[in-house]
């Protein structure tokens, strides 16, 4: 009998610690706080203002306001501000960088001016491509390279190519000029291939990129500015991938000054199937359509986007990109590396 009692009180109690990391779970899914448990600074949602739109009569307090009436304000708002979210980007961009994190989720990489975009992402497409870019200012008369290289990338696809590629341009840059001065250039070039999906233009914010923790350590004999410098195209290749996920079949890592090769599109499929022809066990995690050394023109495995991008994550500090290329393939036991006969991705020229 006592033996039985101590089964059904082992059994109620843990029915009750399963209920409550349901429960747990699903605040967590929902992005809500349990109750009783205060937010930490970092996980409360900021008001972002627009800077220059006149303040509303409704702004305050939306804690009573039902779903149709934040609707509303959400309509008025977008209504007296041309472009909500690039100003919303503007006030993000610069401010305090919260703790450490590894995974950037969706709210972490923004989609600058929604209205000037496709109203539905593009998904199931081949070729997803992140170009991930710092270069705003130019002389007067010049044209962004990352301009130039989406120039060379439209003109040597065809219509049909065309609508199973997604090509995203990520600002990485954190000078807050970048945003309008990017998204107005490549508004003005591709306004209908923005519209009609094929080009997005996306800025992360501050939550994207980890905190690193001190001291540094100082691999490859490089100083502490030149960890931190060299650290950050190792979270801008995983932010790309972390957005691009889940969008294509395989995804293409681009640098903003590259030339093309023609018919690029059809080279790279065609090496990925001669390659899957052949038995490699395990297969291949990376291609490579550029010269040794370059970190972009390296083509993924959607299925493995997130798994790199955690492992860049994870070693930002430690190596530079070329050196955790080369580890990632290794801890894939992808057996060699297998370069295409024809090198599609070049360095493009100065202008």
Known sequence: MQIRRRKAVVLVIVGLVATVLAYEALCTAFRRQPRGRKALPWQQQQQVRCPVCPASSTDGNTAELTADQ???????????????????SLELVGTTVPPPTYYANEND??????????????????????????????????TLPVVRTLQRLINNLTPQEQRQTLIVVVITSPAKRAIPAVLTSVHT????????????????TPAAYPMP??????????????????????????????????RGRYFLALAESV???????????????????????????????????????????????????AFFRFFYLDHPLENLLVYFMSSKTQ?????????????????
Not at 337 to 351: D, G, K, W
Request: charged residues 20%.
């Open 109 to 142: 990489i923004m989609l600058v001016a929604p209205e000037l975009h496709a109203k539905e992402r593009r998904r199931d497409v081949t070729f997803s491509i992140a170009i991930p870019t710092e270069t705003y200012a130019m002389p007067a008369g010049s």
């Open 213 to 246: 923790g001190t001291p540094l350590r100082k691999t490859y004999g490089a100083t502490e500015q030149e960890v931190l410098i060299r650290s950050k195209p190792n979270v801008d290749m995983a932010i790309g991938m972390e957005y691009c996920a889940g």
């Open 70 to 88: 934040l609707a509303a304000r959400a309509q008025e708002q977008a209504a007296r501000c041309a472009v909500p979210s690039l100003l919303q």
């Open 335 to 351: 057996p060699s590396r297998f370069f295409s006969p024809r090198v599609l991705f070049t360095p493009a020229p100065s202008v």
């Open 189 to 204: 070039a591709f306004a209908a291939h923005m519209l009609s999906g094929l080009i997005e233009v996306v800025v992360p």
């Open 259 to 309: 030339d093309t090769s023609p018919n690029f599109f059809d080279q790279m499929a065609t090496f990925i199937s001669s390659t899957d022809s052949v038995e490699h066990s395990p297969p291949w995690s990376v291609l490579e359509f550029n010269l040794r050394g370059p970190s972009w023109g390296k083509l993924f495995r959607d299925t493995e986007l997130l798994e790199a991008a």
